[in-house]
């Protein structure tokens, strides 16, 4: 059965029905939604699980462990798969740094973006929307 609904940009998702899980931001949560990916998705899709974890890791760290996050995991047609953790503070932003090897931090976005096709914000007036976009090669 091939799910379709239509989008806001006009494309359309296809395959299994959205991922969408609602949990709090804890350490012991990025593992659990890794398993989640791989089994909703039936595949390693190993660049999907790295998104999910360095954008859930961003809310433990820059947000707070224990703030609720609603993750989205879909795949869009034209597009590939599109990742989305939402959490409740829309004034934390996501900052692209430039660690260096010294620095113990400040990969997470490196890697999301090596990985993504491409990735932004959604602000709303109390929350904000993490998102990016990845193939969807590996089936």
Known sequence: MHHQTPTAAGAEVVGPPELAVELLAV????????????GHFGAACSEVQLCVSELLGNVIRHVG??????????????VGIRVEVTDPDPRVLPVLLHATG????????????AAARR?????????????????????
């Open 119 to 139: 990735w932004g914000v959604e602000q709303g007036a109390a929350s904000k929307t993490v998102w990016c976009e990845v193939e969807a090669g590996e089936e």
């Open 102 to 113: 010294e620095d113990e931090s400040g990969r997470g976005l490196v890697l999301l973006d």
């Open 65 to 78: 462990e224990g703030t609720p996050v609603r993750v989205r995991v879909v795949r869009v047609e034209g």
């Open 27 to 38: 350490p012991k949560a990025v593992p659990e939604l890794r398993r989640a990916v791989r």
